[in-house]
């Protein structure tokens, strides 16, 4: 998995996919209403939207894994991990609300809201709109891709362009007509699937507060002073290996498999359900 992140890849699928989506509805809304003038508009500020994503991503990256190790000393790299990883799970819990609830009516809400920049008039409303809403996936994606890959940068570049790719070739064809994308059961499963990488980014990011012990002493030489709620539960090491066995390699980055998870991952884990 040194290369390819599937949790990258999904998540690069996913959001590209909403973003298409967003684009194709406003594009096809403005065709419908006698408005085909203004679709330079969108593509203008779906373009921006996409530049100003890129560019917070960039930074972000480069505190990440660059800068960062100029910047932190001690246990903050540790609480940048741990917070990077939260926020992370925060973000994907969001989507996934926001698909539940808004999912269904997503061309209405698009509808209504193109139309209301129709109404007044502006002259670069449509590309606002639509910078507004590409800006607000692009963020997502880029900092739940980061958030993804850990301390690995270089598993991020492949899945991420084949996601991408894919997304983008999947609703080009929607929108052609030539391929049937069943939204409904789409949103259904890759939100559950994101619950389960929310739990596991939930969990590591826990993990990474307890090593800047946070919830007191953390992996130290005296193994007495210990809490015991930083103790290990069990420890499956010797079968399921993270490091050297490639299933469940993938279901730490995927899921947060740990062989030895303490009570406060555990807890965190399992309390996210």
Not at 203 to 227: K, T
Request: aromatic share 16%; hydrophobic share 50%; glycine share 8%.
């Amino acid at each position: 998995m040194q290369y390819f992140s599937i949790e990258a890849f999904f998540i690069a699928l996913r959001e590209t996919i909403e973003i298409c989506l967003v684009v194709g509805i406003l594009l096809c809304f403005l065709e419908k209403t006698g408005h085909p003038e203004k679709k330079r508009q969108i593509w203008i500020g779906a373009g921006l939207g996409i530049v100003a994503s890129v560019a917070v991503g960039v930074a972000f990256g480069v505190v990440k894994y660059q800068s960062g190790k100029e910047i932190f000393v001690g246990n903050t790299e540790a609480i940048f991990e741990g917070i990077t990883f939260l926020v992370a799970c925060l973000l994907i819990t969001y989507m996934i609300y926001w698909s539940m609830k808004n999912g269904r009516d997503l061309v209405r809400h698009l509808a209504s809201s193109a139309q209301s920049s129709l109404d007044t008039g502006s002259r670069w409303g449509m590309a606002f709109l639509a910078f507004l809403q590409v800006f607000k996936e692009g963020i997502e994606l880029t900092i739940l891709i980061l958030g993804a890959s850990g301390e690995d940068p270089k598993s991020l570049p492949i899945p991420a362009v084949i996601g991408i790719s894919t997304a983008i070739l999947a609703c080009w064809l929607f929108f052609r007509g030539t391929l049937e994308l069943n939204l409904r059961h789409f949103f259904l499963w890759s939100n559950l699937l994101l619950t389960m990488f929310a739990a596991g980014l939930a969990s590591r990011g826990f993990h990474e507060l307890q090593e800047a012990q946070w919830w007191g002493p953390f992996e130290v030489e005296d193994a007495s002073i210990v809490p015991w709620w930083n103790w290990p539960l069990w420890n499956t090491e010797n079968a399921a290996p993270k490091d050297t066995n490639g299933f469940w390699s993938v279901m730490r980055y995927m899921f947060g498999y740990e062989p030895d998870p303490n009570f406060v991952e555990f807890i965190a884990y399992f309390g996210y359900w």
